[in-house]
Nanobody, 129 residues
Framework: QVQVVESGGGLVQPGGSLRLSCAAS????????IGWFRQAPGKEREGVSC????????HYADSVKGRFTISRDNAKNTVYLQMNSLKPENTTVYYC??????????????????????WGHGAKITVSS
């Protein structure tokens, strides 16, 4: 089973950018669909963006379309989330997740969180001036 670890969180001013990394070990990442999720205080966890290991197809939450970009480097066994034009409401913990049995990034992001077997511990993003 793959293990995933997030890095790249931190403090950024509104309008700034950050790139999160999700590094995998224990298995070949290109067999997995990878997702980035976040959970703000008092809210349900939501899928931010997911990417298929099979064909590289992607899904984005409406709130991040045009600002966030998910990508993967299979040679490095790493998935990235480039976040631009960050807003204070983006402040929260972002989690990386991996699952080999979910092949659709849309399904993974929207309705299959309970089926995901591998989760990272999270990376905190604070957007503040």
């Amino acid at each position: 089973q793959v293990q995933v670890v997030e890095s790249g969180g931190g403090l950024v001013q509104p309008g700034g950018s950050l790139r999160l990394s999700c590094a995998a070990s224990g298995s070949i990442l290109d067999d997995y669909t990878i997702g980035w999720f976040r959970q703000a205080p008092g809210k349900e966890r939501e899928g931010v963006s997911c990417i298929s290991g099979r064909d590289g197809s992607t899904h984005y939450a409406d709130s991040v379309k045009g600002r966030f970009t998910i990508s993967r480097d299979n040679a490095k066994n790493t998935v990235y989330l480039q976040m631009n034009s960050l807003k204070p409401e983006n402040t929260t913990v972002y989690y990386c997740a991996a699952e080999v049995w979910i092949t659709s990034p849309q399904i993974m992001c929207i309705e299959a969180q309970t089926l995901i077997s591998s989760w990272g511990h999270g990376a905190k993003i604070t957007v503040s001036s």
